[in-house]
Nanobody, 124 residues
Framework: QVRLVESGGDLVQPGGSLRLSCTVF????????IGWFRQAPGKERETISC?????????TYLESVKGRFSISRDKSNRTVYLFMSNLEPEDTGVYYC????????????????WGQGTQVTVSS
């Protein structure tokens, strides 16, 4: 059974950095894609970025994080990372990862097997 577990959320000051982890379990093959998403209070969940295995092709879909967030994958421990820098209060929210057979910017609804989420709070 496919399972994803997020970690790394924290309280951080504006301008700070954070690294989130998404560890994947139960994939039957190395061909899959992992997306990162976030949901702020009272807002819809939005797609941030996606990376494909085994090619490591990556995509950033959220305009407001381009140049500040990056995604990477560590094959050895089946973990996908989201590096976040120059954080802003508007980045506050619950961050989730989910999988799909290939990366897509069509929105969270096309992804599945969501993790439980990890809270990121950007505040002074």
């Amino acid at each position: 059974q496919v399972r994803l577990v997020e970690s790394g959320g924290d309280l951080v000051q504006p301008g700070g950095s954070l690294r989130l982890s998404c560890t994947v379990f139960g994939f039957p093959s190395d061909y899959y894609a992992i997306g990162w998403f976030r949901q702020a209070p009272g807002k819809e969940r939005e797609t941030i970025s996606c990376i494909a295995s085994p090619t490591n092709s990556s995509f950033t879909y959220l305009e407001s994080v381009k140049g500040r967030f990056s995604i990477s994958r560590d094959k050895s421990n089946r973990t996908v990372y989201l590096f976040m820098s120059n954080l802003e209060p508007e980045d506050t929210g619950v961050y989730y990862c989910a999988w799909r057979y290939a990366c897509s910017g069509a929105g969270p609804r096309v992804y599945e097997s969501w993790g439980q989420g990890t809270q990121v709070t950007v505040s002074s």
